[in-house]
C-alpha cells in the first residue's frame, strides 16, 4: 500500500506526509457525502477519467481550464475540485451516484455503515455463521479467515463467557474435588459455575 511512496519520494524528493481522504495524486479523490446522507468514496486519477467526469457533472469549462489541465495542475488545485465535486455529490443519492460513475467508466465505492453490511450480498458470499446462544439470542459471526480450498479451517466452539470454564479448568487440571469447588463458588471466591455445571445441577 505505500509502495508509490517512495517512487514518489525518488521522483519528487518531496516527503509525503498526513493528506486526509486525499491520495498521492488526482482531483476529486476521497471520501464525500451524498444526498441522502450517505458516503462514497471517490478517485479521479488520470486525463480520461477527469474528462468523463466533467461531462458526467455537466462541467465541459473544466477541460479548458489550465488548472485541470493534468494531474499535476489538478493535484495542486484539488480543493477546488473536490469543494465543487462535494455540492455535486449532495444532490445525488449514493445508489445513483454509484450507477452514474459505472456507466461513464469511473469509480466511486459506497462507504457501508454496519446496518449496510448486514444486508450486504458480498459479505453474506465472503461467509459468515449463524450462531444460536440461549441466552443473548441469534447473532452472525465471521467464518474462519482466510479461507483455504485444501485446509479450510473450522470452528470448534464458540468463546467463552469469562470463567465459564474455571470449573472444568479446577477439576480436571488441579485435581479440585466437587466439595473444593462447591465450597469456592459459595465463598464468593469464583464468579459462578459454568452453563454445564448448573444444567447438570439442575437435572
Not at 33 to 44: H, K, L, M, P, Q
Not at 56 to 65: C, I, K, N, V, Y
Not at 137 to 146: D, H, I, L, Q, S
Request: aromatic content about 8%; some cysteine; glycine content about 8%.
Amino acid at each position: 500500500m505505500t509502495s508509490p511512496l517512495l517512487s514518489y519520494f525518488d521522483l519528487s524528493r518531496e516527503v509525503w506526509s498526513r493528506n486526509g481522504n486525499h491520495s498521492l495524486g488526482g482531483a476529486p479523490t476521497g471520501h464525500f457525502r451524498t444526498g441522502d446522507d450517505r458516503w462514497i468514496c471517490v478517485s479521479v486519477q488520470n486525463d480520461a477519467q477527469f474528462q468523463r467526469l466533467a461531462r458526467l457533472m455537466g462541467r465541459p469549462e473544466w477541460l479548458a481550464d489550465s488548472r485541470f489541465a493534468d494531474l499535476r495542475s489538478r493535484t495542486k488545485h484539488r480543493d477546488e475540485l473536490c469543494g465543487e465535486f462535494a455540492d455535486w455529490a449532495r444532490s445525488q443519492t449514493r445508489q445513483g451516484l454509484v450507477e452514474r460513475f459505472s456507466e461513464h467508466g469511473l469509480i466511486a465505492g459506497p462507504i457501508n455503515s454496519v446496518a449496510d453490511m448486514a444486508t450486504d450480498q458480498h459479505l453474506a458470499a465472503r461467509g459468515y455463521r449463524w450462531e444460536r446462544d440461549d441466552e443473548l439470542g441469534e447473532y452472525r459471526a465471521p467464518e474462519v479467515v482466510p479461507r483455504l480450498s485444501d485446509t479450510p479451517g473450522s470452528i470448534r466452539r464458540r468463546a467463552p463467557r469469562l470463567g465459564a470454564d474455571t470449573l472444568e479448568v479446577l477439576k480436571r487440571e488441579l485435581s479440585y474435588s466437587d466439595d473444593e469447588c462447591a465450597r469456592l463458588v459459595g465463598e464468593g471466591v469464583l464468579g459462578g459455575e459454568n452453563r454445564r455445571e448448573r444444567k447438570s445441577r439442575e437435572t
